[in-house]
């Protein structure tokens, strides 16, 4: 395990010192107990406790209950080495018992009677008690063989309790916390961590004629704020029923009325009075919450609407006393996804570590380690685990100082302040990926119609996430219509990975005795009660619902439900084509039949007809829609080229970027910003300016490129590029043809289970809707990214070699709708240049990782043959081309050539003159320690057919019609058109004149770049590290599925 290392200076390690020197002065060497008692006598007519059923009790009535009770308890045997069970709920008897045993010498264990015999029984023994208390309706839960003391019948006289000599570093408290491995551990909080938390602090500095607000379970540790907060300072604690603590009216009125002016909450509690009554905190002088993450909206809600004097974030684990650092929160930015953590408080140090134990710098992500006079003692009879989670502190001077790793993640702003990232375990893997689930549901969270989330790992669905929302306010139908919004809101924040297959709406979240979301709780969402009209009926629409469920991730389908009103996207088009083949045992090549049969018939019940009749042979199993290509590639009639023209084209002021969320779009709008150009208008699919400009900094952040840099230079165009006029409108589309000067066109719509008349909306409307804004009050240049997928039929057609200058041809060849519908656009593209449109044309191959450190697309094609081969240990024996051109270098030469060469009407082909073939990869997955074997290439297309079929979601399923539909006017699929010994070589002259004075380094395709590649993939999570002797993790399942044994 590392350990802290004082070494690793750094500019920033100074500050990091200065925010960690929290030293103050309190009674560091006094007992919780003896300061209790010096109260008791400085204010004994003080009231100390407040019950809402109940009489008042002063802080003299206080310490005789106290006194009592300590005496029986000694005379049954507590004292020091002793730990006493509290088995009640939090009440006045509650708060005596604990004060109590400590004033016996022992220490106390809380205990939630609401816990499972079983669990109640483990605690008790491995706390090694002997002796509990309790009161009458709980005492046939105790355990035989212990001394139980009733605290509804104890007797009138009692021994006066024996003085011991204790110290501030005796054991004062037990609390068992599950932490990620289920099992309850005993944390041994000393008397130290209760004084250094409620004495001489600075985040709530209490005062005698304060009130405390008692809302906290006795399990709770922030019970120990509770309770010896007020009692330890001479405030007051009131103590609300049960009844009102779940009432937000009933809670507001007792706040009130108590004239209380300080209370704890935990998250979850915190949320619900949030949203239930936001103004009910105006009257407290201080409010703390905590426990778990605050979510934004609740915070705002409460700052709007009459917020405390003081509203504080308060973090800390049990381990360090409850409090390890504090925020105030003043305000809270519209664009904030989290509320940050703060500083330590007094006598309190945090520090933000990497994997090696150095410091990490300002804005670097690390593990949070927490140090100080909270540090618990351990964990009870585990010194392994105490040994490797508190270790010595090499920060601190005073000898035997430890820190304690809290397994949560953080980073430290430049001010000082932490920012919590979420839990080092609740990082799941999907998809291959590492996946922070606080992270989702951080995003699920900001959507204004959700008040809380909570997200887990559903294994069943083939290892994606569900997640439960509670809804804010009340929206009709919510349990139908709102996972549907959120699902397409998640899908425009992250990766479709994260996205959760099944969202369920919840009437609230389940809470533990903590006070935190049980997870464990939440419900399972079986199937929803539908109307008996709306039930599938038959095998097919069986088959059909089935498949949805499964790839939607939906609770029920009804038979008129469409699966794009259901929230289906596009790539979940070719799963649910690919689970329904496997379900119904069509033959392989059915993939494509069954993604038109799907986007023409939209509702379950249509498609499980025309599915019921293409298998019965009473209609055809694929229509051919004839795609008239030429026809489509003719320009507009209207169409004028005859503008003045927009400005230098070389010089380009205010180019509109289209694709800007995209793979090479957000480094085209980095390479623009970074060659000098002042704005960059992106059009993007956003509900508003903040939202697109939330998108692109999203997108960028991903790909690891900083959003801060082109923030100020960037222009959000809301729009959406398959819509007329960019779904701008007349006067919106007006403007901005007036406004911008160019036109870089690289956005378009990539799906290769699509037939081109559905693509034909985005990629050649939209096309045609750019050249109009071309020629629109000015004539702009056009710079557009195709792609040599265009160039295919060439290949099937005979020729081997193409020009750049060669006009594309064989169209009718191509037989993949995405090429078709690329195809079109630039013949489109070119006739418009010949009209005197300036023209810009860029073919790239495979646009792959960055050169520096490999971040890659990992939705890709390529990417999923890279899994796939490692996953099943399995490759096909063909002579696959590697042309790898890494995204920064293709943004790199497509912006020197915009601001070098004239708009001509020149193409441009971004390929790699270095390239190489799979056989590249195999040898480096091999060199890595990944066993993969040949096997000939139609035997691993049947394979991996298999194994899509059976998990839908596996990242070979969007490809895999290719590798069976036929190519037109050929012997051939698909996918053996792009092979190397089918598809036509590429000339690159006009790239290679354009860039030769440019200095862009394009690296080979050699094992350098292949190993880069690699290495991001497993640091991603996107593949699994290979096991030693064996395959990666994840490999033996996959493999089975295929139904082969890869020795």
Not at 423 to 428: G, S, Y
Not at 640 to 662: H, M, N, S, V
Not at 912 to 925: I, Y
Request: glycine share 8%; charged share 25%; aromatic share 6%.
């Amino acid at each position: 395990m590392p350990r802290a290392q004082k070494r690793t200076e750094s500019p920033s390690t100074e500050w990091i010192r200065r925010w960690n020197a929290t030293r103050t002065d309190y009674p560091r060497e006094a007992t919780a107990h003896e300061l209790f008692r010096r109260q008791a006598e400085a204010t004994p007519h003080a009231v100390a406790l407040s019950p809402e059923s109940g009489e008042d009790i002063d802080y003299a009535g206080l310490r005789r209950r106290v006194d009592r009770l300590a005496g029986l308890l000694q005379e049954s045997g507590a004292g020091p080495g002793e730990i006493v069970a509290v088995c009640v709920e939090r009440s006045v008897a509650g708060y005596v018992a604990l004060l109590a045993v400590l004033r016996s010498g022992a220490a106390y264990l809380p205990v939630d009677m609401e816990f499972p015999r079983e669990r109640i029984e483990g605690i008790l023994q491995d706390a090694g008690c002997r002796i509990a208390l309790t009161v009458a309706e709980h005492r046939t839960r105790i355990p035989e063989g212990l001394t139980v003391l009733d605290l509804d019948a104890l007797p009138e006289h009692a021994p006066v309790p024996r003085e011991h000599e204790q110290s501030a570093e005796d054991p004062a408290y037990v609390l068992y916390t599950s932490g990620s491995t289920g099992t309850p551990k005993g944390v041994v909080v000393p008397h130290r961590g209760i004084v250094r938390l409620v004495r001489g602090t600075d985040f709530l500095g209490i005062r005698a004629d304060d009130v405390m607000c008692g809302t906290v379970n006795l399990t709770f540790d922030l019970s120990v704020l509770d309770l010896f907060g007020p009692l330890l300072n001479g405030a007051r604690l009131a103590i609300p029923d049960q009844e009102t603590l779940l009432s937000p009216r009933r809670l507001e009125d007792f706040l009130q009325r108590e004239r209380a002016t300080l209370m704890w909450l935990g998250a979850a509690l915190f949320h619900q009075m949030a949203a239930a009554r936001p103004a009910m905190f105006g009257t407290l002088r201080c409010l703390v919450a905590g426990g778990e993450a605050l979510n934004p909206s609740a915070v705002r809600a409460v700052l709007r609407n009459g917020p405390p004097a003081q509203l504080v974030d308060g973090y800390g684990p049990t381990e360090n006393s409850v409090i390890s650092t504090a925020y105030v929160v003043d305000e809270l930015p519209p664009e904030a996804e989290t509320v940050p953590i703060g500083t330590p408080i007094a006598n309190s140090t945090a520090y933000v570590l990497r994997d090696s134990g150095s410091l990490a710098d300002i804005g670097e992500e690390g593990e949070l380690w927490v140090g100080g006079d909270g540090v618990a003692l351990g964990y009870l009879g585990k010194p392994e685990l105490t040994e490797e989670r508190f270790v010595p502190d090499p920060f601190s001077d005073r000898p035997g100082d430890r820190l304690y790793r809290t397994g949560d993640m953080a980073r430290l702003r430049a001010d000082g302040v932490l920012e919590f990232l979420g839990r080092r375990d609740r990082q799941v893997k999907l998809g291959g990926f590492r996946v922070e689930l606080r992270e989702v549901e951080i995003v699920l969270s900001a959507h204004p119609e959700v008040e809380e989330s909570a997200v887990a790992l559903a294994e069943e669905n083939g290892d994606r996430l569900r997640a439960w929302v509670v809804a804010a306010g009340e929206h009709e139908g919510a349990e139908r219509d709102l996972p549907m919004r959120l699902r397409r809101y998640l899908r425009d924040r992250l990766p479709v990975f994260m996205v959760p297959v099944q969202i369920s709406v919840v009437d609230a979240m389940p809470v533990n005795s903590s006070g935190k979301v049980d997870r464990s709780a939440l419900p399972d969402g079986g199937d929803e009660k539908l109307p008996e009209e709306q039930r599938p009926r038959g095998v097919h629409e069986e088959a059909v619902a089935q498949v949805w469920r499964q790839v939607l991730g939906l609770p029920s389908v009804g038979r008129d439900d469409g699966f794009f009103a259901l929230g289906g996207q596009s790539l979940q088009v070719a799963q649910s084509a690919a689970a329904l083949g496997e379900r119904l045992d069509l033959p392989d090549k059915a993939g494509s039949w069954l993604i038109r049969l799907l986007l023409d018939n939209p509702s379950l019940a249509q498609l499980a007809q025309r599915l019921e009749r293409v298998r019965a042979g009473e209609e055809p199993p694929q229509v051919r829609h004839g795609a008239e290509l030429e026809r489509d590639a003719e320009l507009p009639s209207g169409l004028r080229f005859d503008a003045p023209p927009a400005g230098d084209p070389r010089r380009p002021r205010r180019p509109l970027l289209t694709g800007a969320t995209g793979f090479l779009g957000v480094f085209l709008l980095d390479r623009l910003v970074a060659a000098g150009v002042p704005e960059v208008w992106c059009l993007v699919r956003a509900d508003d300016e903040e939202h697109a400009r939330r998108r692109i900094a999203n997108r960028m952040r991903r790909y690891g490129l900083d959003y801060e840099k082109v923030d100020s230079h960037v222009v959000p165009v809301p729009g959406d590029i398959s819509e007329p006029r960019l779904g701008r409108g007349p006067d919106g589309f007006d403007d901005l043809a007036r406004r911008v000067d160019s036109i870089v066109h690289a956005g378009s719509l990539i799906n290769f289970a699509y037939p081109y008349e559905v693509l034909r909306r985005t990629n050649v409307a939209g096309a045609r809707t750019l050249l109009e804004l071309a020629t629109t009050h000015t004539l702009k240049p056009v710079h557009h990214i195709s792609s040599i997928v265009t160039l295919a039929g060439f290949g099937t057609a005979g020729v081997r070699h193409v020009t750049e200058d060669q006009l594309p041809e064989h169209g009718d060849r191509l037989s993949l709708g995405y090429a078709e519908s690329k195809w079109v656009v630039e013949r489109m593209m070119l006739a418009a240049a010949g009209r005197g449109l300036p023209l810009t044309m860029h073919r790239p191959y495979e646009i792959t990782g960055t050169r520096d450190r490999g971040i890659w697309n990992t939705d890709t094609l390529m990417c999923a043959w890279f899994r796939t081969i490692a996953e099943t240990g399995l490759a096909p024996d063909v002579e696959l081309p590697l042309d790898f051109v890494p995204v920064d270098y293709t943004a790199d030469a497509i912006v020197h050539i915009l601001r070098s060469r004239q708009p001509d009407g020149r193409t441009y082909h971004l390929t790699n003159p270095r390239d190489a073939r799979l056989r590249l990869l195999v040898e480096r997955l091999r060199a890595m320690g990944y066993p993969v074997r040949w096997i000939p290439y139609q035997e691993w297309t049947a394979e991996i057919t298999a194994l899509t079929r059976k998990d839908p979601h596996h990242p070979m399923t969007p490809f895999m019609h290719m590798f069976h539909d036929e190519a037109a006017d050929s012997d051939i699929t698909v996918k053996e058109m792009y092979f190397a010994d089918v598809y036509p070589a590429l000339d690159r002259s006009n790239t290679e004149r354009a860039t030769q004075d440019a200095g862009l380094e394009l690296p080979p395709v050699d094992a350098r770049l292949i190993d880069l590649y690699l290495q991001y993939f497993i640091d991603s999570g996107f593949l699994a590290r290979p096991a030693p002797g064996g395959r990666p993790d994840g490999a033996d399942r996959a493999a089975g599925e295929a139904g082969t044994a890869t020795g």
